[in-house]
Every structure is written in structure tokens, then in C-alpha cells.
T-cell receptor, first 111, second 111 residues
Framework: GEDVEQSLFLSVREGDSSVINCTYT??????LYWYKQEPGAGLQLLTY?????DMKQDQRLTVLLNKKDKHLSLRIADTQTGDSAIYFC???????????FGTGTRLQVFP | EAGVVQSPRYKIIEKKQPVAFWCNPI?????LYWYLQNLGQGPELLIR????????DSQLPKDRFSAERLKGVDSTLKIQPAELGDSAVYLC?????????FGEGSRLTVL
């Protein structure tokens, strides 16, 4: 079945860039998403990329997609303490509207 | 505009007791989802509704879990009887054009 994997933890200094990585197995994935979850809150959609794109930039966020390697990354420029949260990668495909989520990467930003 | 509203936010029950969660989606959103999020994991789909019809309930443990969305608006998810392993966060989400909007979740603790 479909599987989405992420590293569990990332720690960065405030002002540095953060890069969160994700790998997936479903070759029919059409959309790939990045969600943010702050403590005690629901998931917030940050950005998404269509599978025929290589890159998408949205302010401080840059998404890179390597479809051949089934690898997705989220780069956060000038990381702030408010970016501390759990980041989930998710994928969906044409033949199902179901989102498959990764296990999440906890980003900790220290001063 | 109000977001997805869930209640209760927290529930503590003893095993074998019943429990119910309620979700009110964003107005106009025809699609409603219930997700299960175990500690340290990403959300997993339990059931998806298009209006009042359950179009994907393949991951719902039907021996103890049930859900309904009678008028195609708000929805309830019930567990009867609850087991220790049901302790988790139950997330509701709704969508109109594909982007999912999540509620804050209902955290269940079964003792």
C-alpha cells in the first residue's frame, strides 16, 4: 500500500533555513502537501504541489519535488520560533481523494 | 467565517464505556472526513462523506465504531464500547474544492 515517511525531528537556530524531507511510494500521486500542526491544534495546510511541477515557492516556503526518486522537501527560509511545530507531508492520487499522511517531523527552533 | 468545530475537545472515559464526538463543518462544504491521529503519528482516514453518503468507510472498525451525517451537514462519530487502544485524537475535516480544513480535534483518553 501507499507509504509516506519522514524523519522524526529537526532542530535549527532562529534565522537559519530548515529543510524537512519526505519520501513516498505511490507512483500515481498527483498532489503532495505540507501541513503544519501546532500543539493542541488541528492541521493547517501550508502549501501543496502538483506532481508535474519540480518546485513551488511561496514567500518563505520552497517545495521541491523529485518525482523520479519520490522525494519531497519543504524549505523554510529565515526560520522563526513561531515555526516550531510538527510538519506533515501528505499525498493523494487521482483514483482516490484520500490523503495519506507521513508520521510528521517535529521542528524545534532555538534562539 | 467559522472553521470546523468539534466537541468535546477532551474526553476521559473508562474502558467499555461509549463515547461520541460531534463535528460541524464549514458552511457549504459537502465533503466531511473523520481522521484518527495516534500519538506521534500522522492522521489516518476513518470515513469520508459526500453530503450524507459515506463514500469511503473501509478503514472504520465497524464492530465498535459508527458514524452518521444524517442531513449532510454536521456529523457524529461514536465508539461503543471503547477500548484502551482507542485513546487518540479524532480529527474532523471538511472540504469543498479539495483543500481540507481541519478542526482542532477531540482528544480521547480511555482508562
Amino acid at each position: 500500500g501507499e507509504d509516506v515517511e519522514q524523519s522524526l525531528f529537526l532542530s535549527v537556530r532562529e534565522g537559519d533555513s530548515s529543510v524537512i524531507n519526505c519520501t513516498y511510494t505511490d507512483s500515481s500521486s498527483t498532489y503532495l502537501y505540507w501541513y503544519k500542526q501546532e500543539p493542541g491544534a488541528g492541521l493547517q495546510l501550508l502549501t501543496y504541489i502538483f506532481s508535474n511541477m519540480d518546485m513551488k515557492q511561496d514567500q518563505r516556503l520552497t517545495v521541491l519535488l523529485n518525482k523520479k526518486d519520490k522525494h519531497l522537501s519543504l524549505r523554510i527560509a529565515d526560520t522563526q520560533t513561531g515555526d516550531s511545530a510538527i510538519y506533515f507531508c501528505a499525498e493523494s492520487s487521482y483514483n482516490t481523494d484520500k490523503l495519506i499522511f507521513g508520521t510528521g517531523t517535529r521542528l524545534q527552533v532555538f534562539p | 467565517e467559522a472553521g470546523v468545530v468539534q466537541s468535546p475537545r477532551y474526553k476521559i472515559i473508562e474502558k467499555k464505556q461509549p463515547v461520541a464526538f460531534w463535528c460541524n463543518p464549514i458552511s457549504g462544504h459537502n465533503t466531511l472526513y473523520w481522521y484518527l491521529q495516534n500519538l506521534g503519528q500522522g492522521p489516518e482516514l476513518l470515513i469520508r462523506y459526500e453530503n450524507e453518503e459515506a463514500v469511503d468507510d473501509s478503514q472504520l472498525p465497524k464492530d465498535r465504531f459508527s458514524a452518521e451525517r444524517l442531513k449532510g451537514v454536521d456529523s457524529t462519530l461514536k465508539i461503543q464500547p471503547a477500548e484502551l487502544g482507542d485513546s487518540a485524537v479524532y480529527l474532523c475535516a471538511s472540504s469543498m474544492t479539495g483543500e481540507l480544513f481541519f478542526g482542532e480535534g477531540s482528544r480521547l483518553t480511555v482508562l
